[in-house]
């Protein structure tokens, strides 16, 4: 006798992949931060002078390269959420950066989001906001009207 049983799946809820986004976004930002540091911070200090004027520890040194580094940071997250939706950090973890209309993120849009992004770290209400937020979006997203979802 045939066992024609039909197996049902249940459906996944539309926030089950929204709960852990505040832990895989905070996970994907670390993952950047080595990332970037491992492979752009060498170049920084060697445009910017390199060991000679670390030993000194003057003060204009350490402002051009912290002023260098931010830079390279903004940069980077530019390029790669402009152009692929996503830093690398956020590859790794497989989430994507859209418009709220589904849309792909376009460079002068990511280019935007940076600071606002910085702005939201600092004032850590704009990263609380994302796990409060029913979108699950930061301060950053609401204001560039950018949403991150899991591919």
Known sequence: ?????????????????LELQLGL???AAIIDLMLIKLLIYPI???VSGGPYYWQTGSELYVTEVRFSTVFTFWLCFA????????????LFVRLRIYNTNGSKLNVTKSIVRFPLKVLS????LGILMIDV???KQGLHDLLCGTIVRRK
């Open 133 to 135: 937020n029913k979108e």
């Open 1 to 17: 006798m045939p066992n024609n049983k039909k197996i049902t799946f249940r459906k996944a809820r539309q926030t089950e992949s």
């Open 79 to 90: 390029i790669l959420e402009g152009t692929m939706g996503a830093t690398l950090g956020k």
């Open 121 to 124: 770290l600092a004032t850590l």
């Open 44 to 46: 920084v200090l060697t």
């Open 25 to 27: 976004r905070l996970f």
